[in-house]
């Protein structure tokens, strides 16, 4: 199952057997919503709620990663099976989506797909849009086989100032890495973890979709070494995943993610900070 699938492919493929459309579309935080397709979707879509379905909400944190239990619940309550092939968009282009794909690859399961664009690039092609809904489905025969190693903890990233085992890349903006940029949450300072490189997610993008694979690989082996496995982190874990995907596009297959990434590391070493 190839990582990405253009709009084109889903138009002929949408109505194939098995195949389940996820709409995984999430507000920007600390901005303003720039889709003006907020409340539109592709016809036939899921709706993915990452915020309050496919998240742990009893976290200090945003966007923590869900149970095993949770997970396998509410993919099943979306009719999605064991066979099913998922193909998941947003309505930013490529946003939160990178996460959901991330998270079902962490669930163990395989056919799980990005729409390259997403909305936005769905809707310049000319194909139909509909009024997105919430309903209900056959209940799905998902299984959860929760893939830890790919979640990384407060203690790992720690340990590794002074191991030095792994490379971590931040997909935050240039001026909330090096500092110089307000956190969209007004409690947390700026900064960076160290020993970590920046690479802003937006740098991975063009026009809403992701860069060649050969500009990707470019840009991955001017920051980072060969040698080490990845550790993507941002400011909650969503956008974390945009350069996860990218790098698996071009560069290596590395699919760990810190999963509290900045909003955890600046709570718990404000003092230092």
């Given at each position: 199952m190839q990582e990405i699938v253009s709009v084109d492919w889903l138009n002929q493929h949408i109505?194939?057997?098995?195949?389940?459309?996820?709409?995984?579309?999430?507000?920007?935080?600390?901005?303003?919503?720039?889709?003006n397709s907020e409340n539109n979707s592709i016809p036939g879509a899921r709706f993915f709620d990452l915020k309050n379905k496919f998240s742990d909400t009893s976290s200090a944190f945003p966007n923590t990663m869900p149970s095993e239990e949770q997970f396998e619940q509410e993919s099943q309550k979306l009719g999605i099976n064991q066979d099913s092939t998922l193909i998941v968009f947003d309505n930013q282009g490529i946003y939160s989506s990178p996460r959901v794909w991330w998270m079902f690859k962490v669930m163990g399961h395989k056919k799980v797909s990005v729409l390259n664009g997403g909305l936005p690039e769905w809707i310049k092609q000319?194909?139909?849009?509909?009024?997105?809904?919430?309903?209900?489905?056959?209940?799905?025969?998902?299984?959860?086989?929760?893939?830890?190693?790919?979640?990384?903890?407060?203690?790992?990233?720690?340990?590794?100032?002074?191991?030095?085992?792994?490379?971590?890349?931040?997909?935050?903006?240039?001026?909330?890495?090096?500092?110089?940029?307000?956190?969209?949450?007004a409690s947390l300072k700026s900064g960076n973890i160290p020993n970590s490189v920046n690479i802003p997610f937006k740098d991975v993008l063009e026009n809403g979709k992701f860069k060649s694979p050969s500009?990707?690989?470019?840009?991955?082996?001017s920051k980072c070494s060969n040698s080490k496995d990845l550790i993507f982190t941002c400011g909650s874990g969503?956008?974390?995943c945009i350069i996860l995907l990218a790098s698996e596009l071009s560069f290596k297959r590395s699919?760990?993610?810190?999963?509290?990434?900045?909003?955890e590391w600046a709570e718990k070493n404000k003092l230092f900070l």
């Open positions: 109505l194939d057997d098995n195949l389940v459309l996820l709409d995984a579309s999430f507000h920007k935080i600390g901005e303003d919503n720039s889709c000319g194909f139909s849009t509909c009024k997105r809904e919430i309903r209900t489905y056959e209940i799905g025969n998902f299984k959860a086989n929760f893939h830890t190693p790919f979640v990384k903890s407060y203690e790992d990233i720690f340990n590794n100032i002074k191991s030095n085992t792994f490379t971590i890349v931040d997909a935050r903006s240039q001026g909330r890495f090096n500092g110089t940029e307000k956190e969209p949450r500009q990707l690989n470019k840009l991955f082996n969503i956008t974390a699919k760990f993610v810190y999963d509290g990434s900045w909003t």
